[in-house]
Nanobody, 128 residues
């Protein structure tokens, strides 16, 4: 059974760091491109990071200004998203995703619609 299970969300203060995890099962990360997305209330889902299955290269949207880092540990079947210098605008439900597409750029509009495997999401709230 294919599953992606996120964890690590919570409430933090502005300026904090937080690392999200996504444990996968039922498939191997050797064959799938991976990414993280988020969706704030009333807004469309947007990509915040991706990693290519072909060369492990990573991509981020410009608006993040280098604050987020995606990584994976194949031995643990786990994907991570390290988030730094969080602001209230980062408040959202965060989702991990995987797809045999293998590679995509986060700034491609609506790319999330083409990805097949998703976690259930974990809420991150940034507030003072």
């Amino acid at each position: 059974q294919v599953q992606l299970v996120e964890s690590g969300g919570g409430s933090v203060q502005p300026g904090s760091s937080l690392t999200l995890s996504c444990r996968v099962s039922g498939f191997t990360l050797d064959d799938y491109g991976i990414g993280w997305f988020r969706q704030a209330p009333g807004k469309e889902r947007e990509a915040v990071a991706s990693m290519s299955v072909f060369d492990d290269s990573t991509s981020y949207p410009d608006f993040l200004k280098g604050r987020f880092i995606i990584s994976r540990d194949k031995a643990k079947d786990t994907i991570y998203l390290q988030m730094n210098s969080l602001t209230p605008e980062d408040t959202a439900v965060y989702y991990c995703a995987a797809d045999r597409l293998g590679s995509w750029h986060p700034e491609v509009p609506g790319v999330w619609k083409h990805l097949t495997l998703w976690g259930q999401g974990t809420l991150v709230t940034v507030s003072s």
